[in-house]
T-cell receptor, first 111, second 111 residues
Framework: DAKTTQPPSMDCAEGRAANLPCNHS???????VYWYRQIHSQGPQYIIH???NNETNEMASLIITEDRKSSTLILPHATLRDTAVYYC????????????FGGGTRLMVKP | SQTIHQWPATLVQPVGSPLSLECTVE??????LYWYRQAAGRGLQLLFY??????ISSEVPQNLSASRPQDRQFILSSKKLLLSDSGFYLC??????????FGAGSRLTVL
């Protein structure tokens, strides 16, 4: 996978926007950026993915820079239930749908 | 709708004993299936993946094995457990995109 770099941990106040950055400077032109999260003692959950345009769904927004070397996952109104480890993944096109999960960012939403 | 089931949810096994974890998917056909492991405080490690009945690929050499006897059934086994096999085992499926759906996991403690 293209190497991704995420801060190991972040805090966010409940009700505020959580902005989780990811650096993927070695990304290739046809590789997508995927975001998953893992709440404690549960399996990872898919959040969103994108190629070069910004994406939004019911869970989050994904902002990808124009050079595609970094992206930001935005949780617009974080709740306590959003406390989790967030993984940014860039699988190579020939990965055969095998995702490699790195360390991720541990987001702590505080009241 | 598609669902994924894993069992048992938790188990405690002595060193040297056998292991069998089962995963089944409902509501879909010919899924790609995956086994991941997460050791305590560590990241997710891909162990096995399968693109069809009887087709298993191993990512990490170890004393574990996987089998896919039916299209929607994926089994993780060991003949003799080691202490280092303790962890949280997760089954996942996808229909070919990098959007994986994970099961609830099986927590194994080897004593």
């Amino acid at each position: 996978d293209a190497k991704t770099t995420q801060p190991p941990s972040m805090d966010c106040a409940e009700g505020r926007a959580a902005n989780l950055p990811c650096n993927h400077s070695t990304i290739s032109g046809n590789e997508y950026v995927y975001w998953y999260r893992q709440i404690h003692s549960q399996g990872p959950q898919y959040i969103i993915h994108g190629l070069k345009n910004n994406e939004t769904n019911e869970m989050a927004s994904l902002i990808i820079t124009e050079d595609r070397k970094s992206s930001t996952l935005i949780l617009p109104h974080a709740t306590l239930r959003d406390t989790a480890v967030y993984y940014c993944i860039v699988p190579p096109r020939n990965a055969g749908n095998m995702l490699t999960f790195g360390g991720g960012t541990r987001l702590m939403v505080k009241p | 709708s598609q669902t994924i089931h894993q069992w048992p949810a938790t188990l405690v096994q002595p060193v040297g004993s056998p292991l069998s974890l089962e995963c089944t998917v409902e509501g879909t056909s010919n899924p790609n299936l995956y086994w991941y492991r997460q050791a305590a405080g560590r990241g997710l490690q891909l162990l096995f993946y399968s693109v069809g009945i009887g087709q298993i690929s191993s990512e990490v050499p170890q004393n574990l094995s996987a089998s896919r006897p039916q299209d929607r059934q994926f089994i993780l086994s060991s003949k003799k457990l080691l202490l280092s096999d303790s962890g949280f085992y997760l089954c996942a499926w996808t229909l070919g995109a990098n959007v994986l759906t994970f099961g609830a996991g099986s927590r194994l403690t080897v004593l």
